[in-house]
């Protein structure tokens, strides 16, 4: 049992050393990130010695049920009126600890969460991404996984935030353009500090670059495991968004902040591969092609792909991204080196080494614990399946009929991730009833301001609802 006297005595053992690196790093106080079910990390600051205590820390299980805009849902199946709000335990995963030497004498440290009982919560999203990893090694495969993220950068308002008037807000970057390297003003330094943080703390990001979009930016991380690509990218998100703040800016993960502007919604593409011990699985080099690892594990992707949308698009604003037009998939397609297909089959310059998925559905909206769980749970779908993929699609995927199409609107989203024998064996029966009571209860939110919402989704202007809910929250 985790929480028995033997393991709770080795958690002691474990954490004395730790104790005494961060304290010889001179800190003090620790930075405990916990993550929920929206892609981003909530917490405390606390004195060092309580972050890393080996019993953890208590926390309201109401951590897992929030929606946007740090709104509650009080009536999930998980924590409600009936069964009076309990807490569990965060426990702090000593091998993520790090010093943040910008935030003087404070260190970082990431939390599971755990049950009286000393079970792992099967509610947490990081838990859920740790048994696909731990079900993929049954097969003999691990992953690799690496992720892109757009976003914007406005200049800070307090008087325009506090009146919800976000649109307004003026971009960090007048011109409109992608891999600029001289855009006013400046954002060199702002991308030198944040890449000099992150690889402080661990999270080993590729490059930082504009985007097309005023005031658009891309981060791209080196490829990892697939539970180090997910806690570095919360993390990331959550360092920048510090640093924009200290410098009077704000970081927004919103993907669609305007419609008819030709602004690329932002996304956050996910590249994928398999390995058998060191060597890329998803690389034939007899053949000089996909391998039928990666053949089958395409195959499981495409399949479940329309019912983990409402992962890939898990807000209201998410659903303005299916515009295949600009290059968001509407479709479960897949081709090579096709920026429009669902699934784009990347080779690079050495195979043998890049051979990769670019999996184009997921926005930088997203929870990356359960959009990357989703690719791993896909890919082994395929593997026990055995079944061949379709062929490539070509040009333009989204004229292609026989390809399934990826539900249009969150309710139908929501319908089809509650109805999919994938999701319930995957991610489990009672996970997927509570991922679908918070998109819900998100749905009538918004319908309950917005008359016609789906319309208004269709062909309206970004609805000042959206931008309170989701351009500090997503």
Known sequence: MFFSKAALARRGEEVRPLLERLKAAGCRFMQMEMPENNGYLCGKIVPLEKGLSPSGSGIATLILTFKSGGNVCFTSPFSNWDNGFPKFVAMPDYSTAVPLPWKRNVAGVLCDYYMDDGTPCGFSPRQILKDAEAALAKLGYSARVALEYEMYIVC???ALMRAGRFSELPSFGREWDAYSISRSPPYEE??????????????????????LGHGMFEYTFEPQSPLKAADDALRAKLYLRQLCAERGLVASYMTAKFVDTGDSFCGCHHNFSLARGKQNAFWDEAASDLSQVARLAAAGILKTMPAYNIIYRPWVN??????????????ASWARDNHMAGVRVVMGAVPEKMTRFEHRAPG?????????????????????????????????????KHWAPLPHSMPEAITAWCESPSANASFGKDYVEHYAYLKREEWNDFSAVVEAPGEALK???VTPWEFARYFLHA
């Open 190 to 211: 702002l991308a030198k500090e944040f890449l000099s943080r992150c690889e402080d703390a661990g999270v080993r990001i590729e490059a930082f670059h504009t985007e």
């Open 459 to 461: 062909k309206g202007p």
């Open 364 to 400: 930088s909206d997203i929870n990356p614990y359960l959009s990357v769980a989703s690719l791993v749970f896909g890919a082994i779908e395929g593997l026990k399946d055995g079944k061949e993929p379709p062929q490539y699609g070509k040009g333009d995927v989204a004229l292609e």
């Open 318 to 331: 998410s659903f303005r991204r299916m515009n295949h037009l600009l290059w968001n998939p509407e479709n």
């Open 156 to 158: 800070e308002d307090d």
